[in-house]
C-alpha cells in the first residue's frame, strides 16, 4: 500500500533525535511491505530561534528534501508565529503546501494518508485528501490533547480538527477518555500504543543491582532533555539530592539530541531511569529502558502504571517518595520474569495498523 506520512515532527539531518517515534512508525512501515513517503512541515525561523524548543534546533536549515532510514521526505515551508495567537494564519499558510506536496509526489499518488499530531498539519492532511479524494487518519500522541484542546488560541481549530480524519489513533487509554469527552465516536477512534523499537543488539533482560547498599556509586539516567520544562528536571534533581543525604554516591545523565544507538547505550549501562514528566503520552523512554534492562521508576503520567510494578509507581510529585522508589528498585531482585506486555512489540503494532489502513481503504 501506498502511503503518504505527514507530521509536525521528524528526525532531521542535523537533529535525528526528533521525532522518532514517527519514524519508528515509518520504517515499521516498510518492513511490512508498504510504499512510504514522508511530508515534514517546518516552520519558518532564524537560527537563533531554536533555542526557544529542543524540538526545533535542525529546523532552520533543514534542507527541503532528503532522506531518513532509506524514505524520502519533503519539508515545506509555513508561516507560524510562537504560541499561534493568529492561528488562521497558519493554517491559512500550511493549507498553501498542497500544490508544493502534489508536485513532489508527482506520478506517485498515495493509496491513503496517516498524520502524525493535529496542529497544524491535519489542516494539510486534510486538504490532500480531498485534492486527492483519499481517506486519511490522525494519530494523537499527546500534546494536542493535553495542551491544545485547552489552549488560548488553538482550541478551537484543535477541537475542530480531531473531527475530521476518518479514523483518529490515540496512543494510550487516558487519550482515548478526553477524545470520548470531545464526543468523538467509539466507531472513529482507536487506540493503537506505539511500539518499542529496540534493536536485538541492545536487548536485555533486566538486571538487579550489585554494590554496597547506600555506599557505592549509582547511574541515573533522566532520558529527556533538560531544557524541555515539562520533563521536570528539577524534580530529578532533588531526588538525586536526597539520594545522595542517604548516602548513595549519583551520577545523573540526561539526554538531549543524541542517536538512538547511543540512547539505548546509556540505557544499558544505567542503574536506574527516572522519569518526572509532568504530561507524557508514554513515554516511550520507559519502555526502552526496559528493553535495554534498566528499571524505570515514574512518576503516574502517561501510561507506565499499566506495566510498571506498584513499588516502582509514585503517585505525586515528591522527591522523598522517588527516591524511595529508586530504593526499592535498586533492591528488587529482578529475575528475568518482568518483561513488556505484547501490545507494545512491533508485531501487533504493525498488524493493528495493517487492519486499520485495510478499513481505511475499503
Known sequence: MKI?????????????????????HVQALKKAGHDVRVVNPLPRMMRYQEARRSTLTGTARAPREFEHGGVRIFAPRFTALPDHPWPNLTARSIRKKTKKVEAWLGDWKPEVIVCHTLWPVAVLAESLSKRMKIPWSAVVHGYDFDVGINHSSISKITRQLAHLP?????????LREIGRNLDLGEEKMAMIPCHCAVEDEWLTPLKPWKGRWRKDRIDVLFPSDPRRPEKNHLLALQTGEILEQRGWIVGMTT??????????????????????????????????????????????VGDVATYLPEFCIVDSYDATLLADACEQALQHRWNGDFTLPQRFSEETFVQHWNQLLEELVE
Do not use: H
Open 4 to 24: 503518504l506520512v505527514v507530521s509536525l515532527l521528524y528526525p532531521l539531518p542535523d537533529n535525528v533525535a526528533r521525532g522518532t517515534f514517527v519514524a519508528d
Open 166 to 174: 476518518e479514523k483518529l489513533v490515540v496512543v494510550s487509554q487516558r
Open 255 to 300: 539526554l538531549k539530541l543524541q542517536p538512538r544507538s547511543i540512547v539505548w547505550d546509556r540505557m544499558l549501562v544505567a542503574d536506574i531511569t527516572l522519569i518526572t514528566s509532568k504530561r507524557e503520552s508514554g513515554p516511550l523512554v520507559a519502555r526502552e529502558s526496559i528493553a535495554c534492562g534498566t528499571p524505570v521508576v515514574s512518576v503516574d
